[in-house]
T-cell receptor, first 112, second 116 residues
Framework: SQQGEEDPQALSIQEGENATMNCSYK?????LQWYRQNSGRGLVHLIL?????REKHSGRLRVTLDTSKKSSSLLITASRAADTASYFC????????????FGSGTQLTVLP | DAGVTQSPTHLIKTRGQQVTLRCSPI?????VSWYQQVLGQGPQFIFQ???????GRGNFPDRFSARQFPNYSSELNVNALLLGDSALYLC???????????????FGPGTRLTVL
């Protein structure tokens, strides 16, 4: 079953605009990770945020985590056509094995 | 460093057949996990192996099995294939590498399995 749910399911923006994707999950987590996937290929790791962190930055990416609301957001600033992809959040659960539980993803399209 | 590698890239099988998928983790990584991704959905966890021992199993039937070898590479076997097994099968490795924390999983390009 899917632990997380991304919102929106699809997002279309113009190049240069910011893109925000949200992720909600159901149970306590140890960490939350965001991944990008291009056209059904392998997943590329973007950023990991731990349950005791509230915000993290990596280049044009900004991730926030609100454990009280069981939600996270991924912000991509100054988007580029090359950012077009599916974005997934994945949670690492407290006390579990090392598996990740993925949401259903947000399809981002950046128009040139 | 080479990333996670998987073989084959694509595979076509018919119902009832058996398939073996292969994965080589990033050098130095001892943990390998397998995920199934059906079109339009997020990946779902199948197995995790660490030091050749099964450490986790997802909600998949016994037709799915896996193993890990002394060099930490892994195989995923699926018996008695069904049409619903058509999916992208992803392998991920995890370890205390130079490029990330021990919680980060690095994925391979996947094997696209089509069952006719």
């Amino acid at each position: 079953s899917q632990q997380g749910e991304e919102d929106p399911q699809a997002l279309s923006i113009q190049e240069g605009e910011n893109a925000t994707m949200n992720c909600s999950y159901k149970t306590s987590i140890n960490n939350l990770q965001w991944y990008r996937q291009n056209s059904g290929r392998g997943l590329v790791h973007l950023i990991l945020i731990r349950s005791n962190e509230r915000e993290k930055h990596s280049g044009r990416l900004r991730v926030t985590l609100d454990t009280s609301k069981k939600s996270s957001s991924l912000l991509i600033t100054a988007s580029r056509a090359a950012d077009t992809a599916s974005y997934f959040c994945a949670t690492g659960l407290s006390g579990s094995a090392r598996q990740l539980t993925f949401g259903s993803g947000t399809q981002l399209t950046v128009l040139p | 460093d080479a990333g996670v590698t998987q073989s084959p890239t694509h595979l076509i099988k018919t119902r009832g057949q058996q398939v073996t998928l292969r994965c080589s983790p990033i050098s130095g990584h001892k943990s390998v996990s397998w995920y199934q991704q059906v079109l339009g959905q997020g990946p779902q966890f199948i197995f995790q192996y660490y030091e050749k021992e099964e450490r986790g199993r997802g909600n998949f039937p016994d037709r799915f099995s896996a193993r890990q070898f002394p060099n930490y590479s892994s195989e995923l076997n699926v018996n008695a294939l069904l049409l619903g097994d058509s999916a992208l099968y992803l392998c991920a490795s995890k370890g205390q590498g130079a490029s990330g924390s021990s919680d980060t999983q690095y994925f391979g390009p996947g094997t696209r399995l089509t069952v006719l």
